[in-house]
């Protein structure tokens, strides 16, 4: 896992090697650049040293008449069959990194090379010969990649922070995207929380033309979601061998790898799968000491089951409490975008711990997304009655007499956004921040992107696609990848090898229907691996109290002596309205939100120190 930065189309450098080394903490164990022999372009790389440590490995990485030039952040699974067939129709490596099989594969199959990668990844290539940067990001988007288009200047990175002096003007928030965190907890999509800063989209390449300064943009994967006919036998069959598979790759590292161990069904998987392919294997799980809700004993019978060295991370909560300015800094600053799921506060507590003993840690996520794992999948289900109260709320809608969202809902869409994040109405943005009352009033209830491979009917599937593309993307992989990237830790999701991805979504309905606990595939495939009690354990989910974060009048405080309220990008009149108000749903949470967005303003947008 690296850091990634460059910029084509300005032959002045000033400014570019500090800009990427923003990213230095992605990429802790060496730095690299490259130029073009004309300056028009400029790679860099901040590097994690995981397979191959020599300095073979250093990047931008060159083929032999440096024509093309790569810099890389991820893991290629399947390069050493790549790097067979290479060799084998004439091409030298001169490493044993995996990375050189995206340069050679680029010489020998051009852009398809992307259709021939099985990992997570996310790359520029600069072809010389052509004058052309190519961008390529992994199927499901478990690594990030950034991009700021500017007439005929184009720059990239792993993270907006390493773009922003790169931009021309004063950095500002899109709006949009703010509204679009206040109401999902996540920036969604293509957008980022930077005007001129985009996201690429996972499963998407973007190519740019240096002499027309021209980029087009197109999706290299599309996954067939058609319900395919499978015995039960079968689909569990194959969800092992390609889970074995996939793990036996991720296990490949000239460091120590270990395994996240929450005591859920997917991690216990992950681990079980990893036992049987070593006979030395740590596993990690982190206790917050006090917490009733902890999945401490199931984790341990867990480890115990499979023989793992288990470590239990005892966290307290003075080492946590956010009231603490300097602690909230600390935190806050591995997000350069605001995410808030409270899971952010373990997993970066947790990551820090683990990068004292391990390297590399593999990760269950993907599981409730890809094989039904989540409650509000059934909760969401149409009912006569429920049909009936939404069509009343449309009707009183139609009339001026309904209420807004999220204290009302006139469809089945409408309800499934309030499952999965209920927070801040229209009119509530408009009088926190009365300045984009406008662009409030335009948002919609169910504002979802437009789905690139959900199924037109609203069952099961529709959500769990839909997820795929924004919550398991924009919330958790993301809160994954900085969490962890923060302290120079590599997390690999062996459940979203993109052919398992393919098998999950080709499942009929029945394979993966949320009732009764829900992931009915792998809770067959855990009778076979785990031990009785966690084959029937519901999902628990990885967070704890927001309490033992934070107390509410500390949270209020926070807001009102904040940099936002001072600043006006939060209307202090606004907020007394609003924290006076009767109480609407999830207050304590929309207080949370505000309080994140308040430590992201602080670090990034208006750049004060908690001690002014």
């Known amino acids: 896992m690296c850091g990634i930065f460059g910029m084509v189309g300005r032959r002045d450098h000033s400014g570019l090697r500090e800009a990427a080394l923003t990213l230095r903490h992605r990429g802790p164990d060496g730095f690299g650049e490259w130029s073009s022999p004309d300056d028009l372009a400029y790679l860099a790389h901040c590097r994690l040293s995981i397979i191959d440590l020599s300095d073979a490995g250093r990047q931008p990485m060159a083929n032999e008449d440096g024509s093309v030039q790569l810099t890389f952040n991820g893991e290629i699974y399947n390069f050493a ?267 970066w507590h947790l990551a820090r711990r683990i990068r004292q003993h391990v390297g590399v840690a593999l990760s269950g996520d993907g599981g409730d997304e890809l094989f039904g794992g989540y409650s509000r999948y059934r909760q969401v289900q149409s009912t006569p009655r429920r049909r009936l109260a939404w069509r009343f709320e449309h009707m009183r809608r139609r009339v001026g007499l309904g209420r807004d969202w999220p204290e009302g809902y006139a469809s089945q869409e409408e309800y499934y956004h309030l499952l999965q994040c209920p927070s801040f109405s229209r009119q509530e943005l408009a009088v926190l921040f009365p300045q984009w009352a406008p662009q ?88 076979k691996r785990l031990p009785p009690k966690l084959q029937t354990k519901p999902k628990q989910g990885f967070s704890f109290p927001m309490g033992r974060l934070i107390t509410e009048p500390a949270l209020v405080a926070s807001l009102r002596t904040g940099v936002m309220v001072r600043r006006q990008l939060l209307h202090r009149e606004g907020l007394e309205r609003w924290l006076s108000a009767p109480r609407l749903s999830n207050h304590n949470f929309k207080l949370w939100l505000l309080f994140v967005l308040e430590h992201w303003s602080r670090q990034w947008l208006l750049r004060e120190d908690p001690a002014a």
Not at 459 to 480: E, F, H, P
Not at 482 to 496: D, I, T
Not at 503 to 518: E, K, N, T
Request: aromatic share 8%; hydrophobic share 45%.
């Open 81 to 347: 069959e790549l790097r067979k067939e290479l060799v084998t129709v004439g091409h030298r490596f001169v490493s044993k990194t995996d990375s050189e099989v995206i340069v050679h594969g680029y010489e020998q199959w051009g852009d398809d090379v992307i259709l021939r990668l099985r990992g997570m990844f996310a790359f520029a290539l600069w072809d010389e010969k052509r004058r052309r940067l190519l961008l390529a990001r992994d199927h499901l988007g478990v690594k990030p990649l950034y991009y700021a288009l500017h007439g005929d200047q184009l720059a990239f990175a792993s993270e907006p922070r390493a773009l922003l002096p790169t931009l021309r003007s004063m950095p500002e928030p899109d709006v949009d995207a703010l509204f679009g965190f206040l109401r999902h907890g996540y920036v969604q999509g293509s957008r980022s929380i930077w005007r001129g800063i985009a996201r690429l989209p996972p499963a998407t390449k973007l190519s740019f033309d240096a002499d027309s300064g021209t980029a087009q943009i197109r999706r290299y994967w599309h996954p067939d979601t058609t319900a395919q006919s499978w015995s039960s036998a079968a689909a569990t069959e194959a969800v092992r061998s390609l889970l074995d598979g996939a793990v036996a790759e991720q296990l490949v590292s000239d460091v120590p790898v270990g395994v996240f161990l929450s005591g859920g069904i997917d991690s216990s998987l992950i681990a079980a799968s990893a036992r049987l392919q070593t006979s030395d294997l740590d596993s990690f799980f982190a206790d917050f000491v006090g917490w009733g809700g902890s999945e401490r004993d199931d984790a341990a019978a867990a480890a115990a089951y499979l023989g793992t060295h288990h470590h239990v991370e005892a966290i307290h909560q003075d080492s946590v409490g956010l009231a603490d300015p300097n602690r909230a800094r600390e935190l806050f600053a591995a997000f350069d975008e605001p995410i808030g799921d409270m899971a952010i506060v373990p997993t």
């Open 440 to 527: 409030a009033a335009c948002l919609q209830p169910a504002d979802w992107p437009e789905s690139s491979f959900a199924p037109p009917h609203l069952d099961q599937r529709r959500w769990q696609n839909l997820d795929m593309q924004t919550y398991l993307v924009d919330n958790n992989l993301a809160r994954v990848d900085r969490a962890s990237m923060a302290h120079g830790l590599e997390v690999r999701v062996p459940l979203l090898d993109h052919r398992i991805a393919e098998l999950a979504l080709s499942l009929p309905l029945s394979m993966v229907d949320a009732a009764a606990g829900g992931k009915p595939l792998l809770r067959q495939l855990a009778a």
